[in-house]
């Protein structure tokens, strides 16, 4: 499995971006996609993340702001990032869990999103 991110950028505090994860290789294999971001000197966290299945989950920082989803013709995952603080500048990574394995550990490239004030 290999993931494609992209859609990172500058916005004012306040607007919106949308981040994609392309997913591609052996996409059956594929439990779950989840988004990190690593703000500089900090861990890299889950933030959302979406089953196979639909189901999603958020950390309780984006909850209500981002919205997580999956597109079924290309399964393409999407991160919709409204009201973006400040706090929400890092770098964003999509991740899989694949099947029978217990952590997310294939990972896409990261994409930087920048949150003026």
């Known amino acids: 499995v290999q993931l494609q991110a992209s859609g990172g950028g500058l916005v004012q505090a306040g607007g919106s971006l949308r981040l994609s994860c392309v997913p591609s290789?052996?996409?059956?294999?594929?439990?779950?996609i989840g988004w990190y971001r690593q703000a500089p000197g900090a861990r890299r966290d889950l933030i959302a993340s979406?089953?196979?299945?639909?189901?999603?989950a958020y950390e309780e920082s984006v909850k209500g702001r981002f919205t997580i989803s999956r597109d079924h013709a290309d399964n393409t995952v999407y991160l919709q990032m409204d009201s973006l603080k400040p706090e929400d500048t890092a770098v964003y990574y999509c991740?899989?869990?694949?099947?029978?394995?217990?952590?997310?550990?294939?990972w896409g490239q990261g994409t930087l999103v920048t949150v003026s004030s």
């Open positions: 991740a899989a869990l694949i099947k029978r394995r217990v952590e997310f550990d294939t």
């Open positions: 290789g052996n996409i059956d294999s594929i439990a779950a």
């Open positions: 979406i089953t196979s299945g639909g189901t999603t």
